[in-house]
């Protein structure tokens, strides 16, 4: 059986919206991970500003979240989402990539809990913040 790090990344690997959005698994570790995905003009959801649409945002925020459950060692093999807040703080600056970096901060039997936050260049300055709840499927372990 792979370690979580390789079976998260091999789930992102194998998930048509992340290709389809343009998301890269820049990092990850225990209880983390780290994805970005690069401007793109076919996500603008604003056209008057060129701001990149809130779905794609959180759409990458969503999976961040669960990379970071998946690869927590208290966790499990597979994650899905049960709750998803997203905050968002200001539009994402026109032609930038956009970060976020997600960490499991608890684990219980059947809940993990997740904290990230998007950002673009102006790292000072959050895109958006969340909290999550995912479930814990420990499989076989």
């Given at each position: 059986?792979s370690d979580?790090?390789?079976?998260?990344r091999?789930f992102?690997?194998s998930?048509?919206h992340?290709h389809?959005?343009g998301m890269?698994l820049?990092?990850i570790?225990?209880?983390?991970?780290?994805?970005s995905m690069?401007y793109d003009?076919?996500?603008?959801?604003?056209?008057?500003?060129?701001?990149?649409?809130?779905?794609a945002v959180?759409?990458?925020?969503?999976t961040?979240?669960?990379?970071?459950?998946?690869?927590?060692p208290a966790a499990?093999?597979s994650?899905?989402?049960?709750?998803l807040?997203?905050?968002y703080?200001?539009?994402?600056?026109?032609?930038?990539?956009?970060r976020?970096r997600?960490e499991c901060?608890h684990?219980?039997?059947t809940?993990?809990?997740?904290?990230a936050v998007?950002t673009?260049?102006d790292d000072?300055?959050?895109v958006a913040?969340a909290?999550g709840?995912?479930t814990?499927?420990?499989?076989s372990?």
């Amino acid at each position: 059986m792979s370690d979580p790090e390789t079976t998260a990344r091999s789930f992102i690997n194998s998930l048509p919206h992340c290709h389809a959005l343009g998301m890269r698994l820049d990092s990850i570790g225990a209880g983390w991970a780290a994805i970005s995905m690069p401007y793109d003009a076919r996500l603008i959801g604003d056209p008057e500003t060129g701001v990149i649409h809130g779905g794609a945002v959180s759409a990458l925020m969503d999976t961040a979240c669960g990379a970071a459950v998946m690869c927590h060692p208290a966790a499990g093999v597979s994650t899905a989402t049960l709750d998803l807040r997203i905050d968002y703080m200001r539009p994402a600056t026109p032609g930038q990539t956009i970060r976020t970096r997600a960490e499991c901060h608890h684990v219980t039997r059947t809940v993990a809990f997740v904290r990230a936050v998007a950002t673009d260049d102006d790292d000072a300055r959050p895109v958006a913040m969340a909290t999550g709840a995912f479930t814990v499927d420990r499989g076989s372990k």
